[in-house]
């Protein structure tokens, strides 16, 4: 999870927190609900609601719709807007601002206008990773700045030339919807190494010396003769084509091995219930050997335990 979508979460909480202590505090004196009902409600809507929701949207949408946020840094600037924004506005509703025109009233307004204007940041973001793809017209040349599955998605005949360059994860479907959606072709040549200069050369040759312009119709036949996994039973131990979704729902503890190489929000995206062990591991660059060892070593313990 990203830096500010965990701090959404904490100050979530911590609002959370806030709110209750306050809801408590109507029950017990309800004098005080007329002066501070408002704070109530806010630290709990704006406060818990909102930023909660802020937190998941900001980690989810992006990874399950495939798209990154137009503009990742608006997520620093939503959060210190609608804190500033919130706290002011509570704290100047309790010293009296909403009961009369006064410069307090003013300044009440203010922190209202940032808070508002942190929630509008929250939904251009979000909006825009939600509103489908402009594919507009087909470049006249690949350049290294565009994304993999934009290029993909334009240009279907352009598999096979990432595909023998060395790009093989890309033969698997799941892998052109996600995180080739999201990553630059300089990203995919340097993760890969390959030389950029040389791939971009190699692809728009052979994409654009033809003097018919390649169209959108049908798949390379590679489409169709790709590996889409097989589920492993329980007894049997891990290979490379077996499906990464399986081995963890038989052998849960293998878990621990996929996130060790992979990283701790490898289970947030979708793909894995279908990836197999070897797409995953040319993936993040992990060794498949190493890998398939590791695993097999928990099944052989889990299978163990389990007798």
Known sequence: MDKYAKLFSKAALIYLALGAFLGIGISVRPEWGERIRFVHI??????FMIMMIASVAYHVLPRFNARPLPW???VKYHFYLQNAGLLGMVSTHFAGGLWAESSLHYLFVF???LAGAGIMLMVINLYGVLAPADSGDLPARIT???KVGET???F???LPAFLESGFSSLANPVARKTFAKVVTIDK????HGVDAKEFLQKLNAALFSSSAPPTPSARPSTETTVNEGRKIKVGEFCDADVMVGSVVKNYPDTREVFEKHYGDDCFSCPGHAIETVEQTAQMHNVDLQTLLKELN???ESQLKNRT
């Open 156 to 158: 279907p005949n352009a």
């Open 152 to 154: 993909l998605d334009k």
């Open 188 to 191: 995919a040549c340097e993760k």
């Open 297 to 299: 070593c928990v099944v």
């Open 144 to 146: 290294g700045d565009m």
């Open 111 to 113: 922190f209202a206008v």
């Open 42 to 47: 806010h630290l709990n809507l704006l406060g």
């Open 72 to 74: 990742p840094e608006g």
